[in-house]
């Protein structure tokens, strides 16, 4: 795949109780590109997320990653390609220690063990975990889990990082151990959150969300200028 972008195209989506979560969503996020995903609580952001590595399908429009539209069959290349941290660490960490869960994607990825090891050292060291490596995970505080979820998907080195709601639980140093890693993630990067500074640091573009629609998508700072659409979008 030489670029990697991502494409909504027309999505829509109800969740199965018959809540429209999104409403004929579309963007295109080119290579490289880091964007802010912001909107109020329930605007949808999760939601769009969860369609970025096929958690979710859309019932109308799709999702291309690169030049690979998300399908049942192309799923396994688009779980390689997309690395996605969820809204709840809980959803994410599964192995007894820490450091099992990390190296489980990498080897999954059948990488040898050598690789393995490194990258999982080199992934708890870059959001400050690599302490906690021989912990079990259901001890670790919110935040704790938090960082280990992110080194779990820095650790298969994705394409495009999709990241929700990375910084909330996590104490300062955490947080900015995390912002430096992802400000150094040389790829496409999508962040959902109400963390409005850590929009500003890493991502030159923003896409506010509203009920479930697209209500603006420009650069940060010309969004962030505009009180009445941030008003508007929840977020004052
Ligand atoms: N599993 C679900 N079933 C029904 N409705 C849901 C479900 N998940 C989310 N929703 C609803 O869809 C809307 C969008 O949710 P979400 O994408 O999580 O928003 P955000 O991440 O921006 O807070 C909300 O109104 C939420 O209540
Ligand atoms: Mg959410």
């Known amino acids: 795949m030489s670029h990697h972008y991502v494409k909504f195209d027309h999505v829509s989506y109800d969740y199965p109780n018959g809540f429209k979560a999104l409403d004929d969503v579309s963007f295109l996020i080119t290579h490289g590109e880091k964007v802010g995903l912001v909107g109020a609580n329930g605007a949808g952001k999760s939601t769009v997320i969860l369609h970025a590595n096929g958690l979710l399908m859309p019932q109308k429009g799709g999702v291309v990653i690169g030049d690979v539209p998300i399908t049942k069959e192309t799923l396994p290349i688009i779980r390689r390609t997309v690395g996605l941290v969820f809204q709840n660490p809980d959803d994410q960490l599964f192995m007894p220690t820490v450091e099992e869960d990390v190296a489980f994607g990498p080897l999954n990825m059948k990488l040898p063990e050598e690789e393995v090891r490194r990258r999982v050292g080199e992934a708890l060291k870059a959001v400050g975990a690599y302490d906690l490596r021989s912990r079990p995970t259901y001890e670790l505080s919110g935040g704790q889990k938090r960082s280990v979820a992110i080194a779990g998907v820095l650790a298969m080195e994705p394409d495009v990082l999709v990241l929700d709601e990375p910084s909330s639980n996590l104490d300062p140093h955490a947080r900015r151990l995390m912002i430096d ?56």
Do not use: Q
Not at 185 to 202: G, N, P, Q, S, Y
Not at 206 to 214: D, F, K, N
């Open 181 to 236: 890693r992802v400000a150094g993630f040389r790829h496409t990067c999508i962040i959902a959150t109400h963390d409005m500074e850590m929009v500003k640091e890493l991502c030159p573009r923003t896409i506010v969300m509203s009920r479930g629609r697209v209500v603006a998508d420009g650069r940060t700072d010309e969004i962030f200028a505009d009180r009445n659409l941030l008003e508007r979008g929840g977020l004052v």
